[in-house]
């Protein structure tokens, strides 16, 4: 329970960078519920640029990882990785969620993102891996 509880603190701190995007949900087929989003990856490149560069590089990517789903009773709801182009969709039953990004030995490294599942809806989040790249 200490666990579960420590897990939804950290999840509702990192919230504001980078969890929910737009207003959170999208309607569905009837009954049908769940999460849908993107992985992100990034920066992929330094943030100086070279002097006289003429084409910024794009420093984010799509990201193929996998992503453990926590009920708010602390028991694994589902598991899905992400596509290489980084989308990703579970269906789920209406609820509290946390999205558990698997993070890499040090890094690539996210952070949890609280999710409330409503009745016949989508939310859509991002869930963004740093790449430890300054």
């Known amino acids: 329970m200490r666990r579960l509880t420590l897990l939804v603190l950290v999840a509702f701190l ?3 960078c980078g969890g929910l995007v737009g207003d959170g949900a999208t309607p569905s087929p009837a009954g049908a519920s769940g999460i849908r989003g ?12 070279e002097p006289g560069a003429h084409e910024p590089v794009p420093c984010l990517t799509p990201y193929s990882a996998q992503l453990v789903i926590v009920n708010e009773q602390g028991e694994v709801a589902a598991r899905v990785t992400s596509a290489e182009d980084g989308s990703f969709q579970v269906d789920l039953a209406p609820g509290d969620y946390i999205v558990t990004p698997q993070s890499g030995d040090p890094f690539p490294v996210a952070q949890p993102v609280p999710v409330s599942v ?15 790249i300054r």
Not at 118 to 132: F, L, S
């Open 14 to 16: 990192v919230a504001g």
């Open 38 to 49: 993107t992985v992100i990856l990034g920066p992929t490149c330094p943030v100086e640029s």
């Open 118 to 132: 409503p009745p016949d809806a989508y939310v859509e989040i991002q869930v963004n891996y740093d790449t430890g």
